[in-house]
């Protein structure tokens, strides 16, 4: 065995807690650990992918992008085959319009995971190199094959500054709104110090004991790191509240000890653009639905965990 296998690593404990099968026995005895101290970090793990998969619905549905960047991506799978599971971003994006995504991840497992993942996906790579290296990352050729950075890039940071330094945030998001052209977007999640901090510290003091920084942040802080980009409505929210109140949802889905929004890169000078309702967005993804011919509708099954589905998927459910 490698000695990266050793060695917990984040995406492979998230794996594990969310029912998958790509782990070993270093991710499987932190997990444990982990799970002694907060018992709900299953369930908000679940809120924090339904959270990503309604963002990126919206930011193909709503702000029309079709370009995605998921950093930190986590295991990639095949949704037509793990029906149970939220959408990953090609498969959500799919529904609104035709996607190109670049999935990113230094997890050697994630890589190879994500390579067979996506084998018979058009427009679409799987790119192991530091999030963090901006530039390196914009200027790798297999991005460069599937991203064009001149027009509008959304890129999704799900869980994942909260694995960084302050300044590693910070410049990240930076960056970012630095190397990316006006219309571009950015979707965050971040675990919050907000509710329940004292199993917070815990957490961190647990993954600091294997070498990995946690740094769960306030609200505040959150929204500083988020810097130059331009939260849509309703901005900083807890996931599950985004980006309206479910009528139905898991028990504590408002304590899921984290924070999310989208937030725009907006052209210097210009005014805010109104958000559109919840309405205009499932009508978007009900005319793309219904536009397409037979031989094109999509295999995958949504995501249907009894009482938490989100507008969008309702809407599927409503075309079919």
């Not at 709503?62 to 991506?73: K, R, W």
């Not at 790119?127 to 990352?137: A, E, F, I, P, Y």
């Not at 009508?283 to 589905?309: C, K, M, N, T, Y």
């Amino acid at each position: 065995m490698p000695d990266w296998a050793e060695q917990p690593a984040v995406a492979r404990i998230t794996d594990y807690l969310t029912g998958g099968s790509d782990h070993f026995a270093a991710d499987r005895r932190l997990a444990e650990q982990l799970g002694q101290v907060a018992p709900w970090l299953p369930q908000i793990l679940m809120i924090n992918r339904l959270y990503g998969q309604r963002a990126v619905e919206y930011m193909a549905g709503t702000l029309g992008i079709a370009q995605f960047m998921d950093l930190g991506c986590g295991m990639p799978y095949n949704s037509s085959a793990c029906p149970s599971k939220p959408l990953h971003a090609y498969d959500a994006a799919s529904f609104v319009c035709t996607p190109r995504v670049v999935y990113v991840d230094n997890d050697p497992v994630v890589r190879g995971h994500a390579n067979m993942a996506l084998t018979e996906l058009t427009g679409t790579a799987a790119v192991g190199t530091d999030v963090r290296q901006v530039s390196r990352l914009l200027g790798d050729k297999a991005v460069m094959s599937v991203i064009d950075i001149s027009r509008p890039v959304a890129v999704l940071c799900h869980d994942l500054l909260c694995w960084m330094t302050d300044e590693d945030a910070s410049n990240l998001v930076g960056n970012l709104h630095d190397r990316l052209p006006p219309g571009s977007a950015i979707s965050v999640s971040h675990a919050t110090t907000d509710t329940a901090p004292e199993v917070m510290g815990e957490l961190a003091g647990l993954y600091a004991e294997h070498g990995i920084v946690f740094r769960p942040r306030s609200r505040d802080h959150i929204g500083q790191i988020l810097g130059p980009w331009t939260p849509v409505a309703p901005g900083l929210v807890t996931p599950a509240q985004w980006p309206t109140p479910p009528d139905h949802a898991f028990p504590g889905a408002d304590q899921s000890h984290a924070y999310a929004a989208v937030a725009l890169h907006r052209p210097a000078g210009s005014a805010p653009a109104a958000r559109s309702s919840s309405r205009s967005w499932i009508s978007s993804l009900l005319r793309r639905r219904r536009s397409r011919p037979e031989s094109e509708a999509s295999p995958i099954q949504p995501f249907a965990e009894p009482g938490f589905v989100s507008s969008a998927t309702a809407a599927r459910w409503v075309a079919r």
